[in-house]
C-alpha cells in the first residue's frame, strides 16, 4: 500500500490560487498508479475533482474544469493540484488518492479555506 502526504492548504480569498502537493511513497513504480485528487466539504460526502492516469490524461468535476489543473511529476513521485481562480464553494478538505489495480490508498488530507 502506499503512503500519501498532502501539503500546501490554507486560508485564502476569492479569486486567489493555491497550489497542493502530494508526496507518494510505494514499493512501486510511481509510474504504474493512477492518481486523483478529491475533496470533502464539511457535512458532505467526499467528491472527486480531479484525476490523472498513469499515461497522464485527466479527468475534472465539472465544478472545477477551466479554473484546477491536476499534474504529476513521476521523477518527484509527486500529483500536484493547480486551483486558480478559487471561490468560497472550493472550501473542503482536500485528499489524494493513489490506485493500483483497483486498489485505494488515501492521504490524510489539507484543509483548504476560501474567504469571500
Known amino acids: 500500500q502506499e503512503q500519501l502526504m498532502e501539503s500546501g492548504g490554507g486560508l485564502v480569498q476569492a479569486g486567489e490560487s493555491l497550489t497542493l502537493t502530494c508526496e507518494v511513497s510505494s514499493g512501486r513504480d510511481f509510474t504504474t498508479l493512477a492518481a486523483g485528487w478529491y475533496r470533502q466539504p464539511l457535512g458532505k460526502p467526499r467528491e472527486l475533482v480531479a484525476t490523472?492516469?498513469?499515461?497522464?490524461?485527466?479527468q475534472y468535476s465539472d465544478s472545477v474544469k477551466d479554473r484546477f489543473s491536476i499534474s504529476r511529476d513521476n521523477a518527484k513521485s509527486t500529483v500536484y493540484l493547480q486551483m486558480n481562480s478559487l471561490e468560497p464553494e472550493d472550501t473542503a478538505v482536500y485528499f489524494c488518492?493513489?490506485?493500483?489495480?483497483?486498489?485505494?490508498?488515501w492521504g490524510q488530507g489539507t484543509q483548504v479555506t476560501v474567504s469571500s
Open positions: 490523472i492516469t498513469r499515461h497522464r490524461r485527466t
Open positions: 488518492n493513489a490506485e493500483y489495480r483497483s486498489r485505494d490508498s
